[in-house]
């Protein structure tokens, strides 16, 4: 990582330990060997500084080059994930799913969501798009993207997901969705799969009305 973007990171790790939204994640038993579900704790989420400001080159399935910025002025929720994952990542998609049918016509139509690959190997645009299309997920609201692995790491490190590469290929992972607001500052989290849809639905419903209130 450069200076910048350590200094950057510094400011998230600290204004998280200071204004922590969400509850502690349930304590879950290690995986047996080869196992490939959310079996890493996550860590603190962040929420001071704005996630734009970290330089981190994506690329979508319809391999266009992005920024995590590729939404701003918009809710966001982003998270991780990998195409060949069995049962984490489906759920994580469906959970997020599940979020997005839980609200208004009106912030339905503002929220978007960015999705980035732990295994930029495998994920190529070819294959995210098929997962996307695959998972009901290929719409204009969703970019899948992958970075190059430096930028996986800093990026997980950012957004407080644990992550480990197994030997046969499948990944542990900690699964943490996060709600960015239009700025691109921490605006809520969920760090274990199966959270109430209403927890991130409320506060982008609220995103959604201060553009209403500011106008």
Known sequence: ???????????????ACQKSRSEPPTPRPEPAAGASHDSLPAS????????YELSI????QDDRSVGLDTFA???VLISMFYGSCPYACPLLLSDIKRVLAALSPEAKNEVRVLLVSFDPERDKPEALKQLAGAHHVDGPGFRLTSAPEPKVRELAAVLGIKYRKLEN????????VTLLDRQGHVRARVDHLGEPAETLAREIEAIARERVTSR
Request: glycine share 8%; charged share 20%; net charge positive.
């Open 1 to 15: 990582m450069n200076r910048r973007t350590c200094l950057l990171l510094a400011t998230l790790v600290l204004g």
């Open 44 to 51: 603190k989420p962040i929420e001071d500084a704005s996630l």
């Open 57 to 60: 080159p994506l690329v979508d």
């Open 73 to 75: 002025g918009k809710p």
């Open 169 to 176: 290929g499948a990944i542990n992972h900690s699964s943490v």
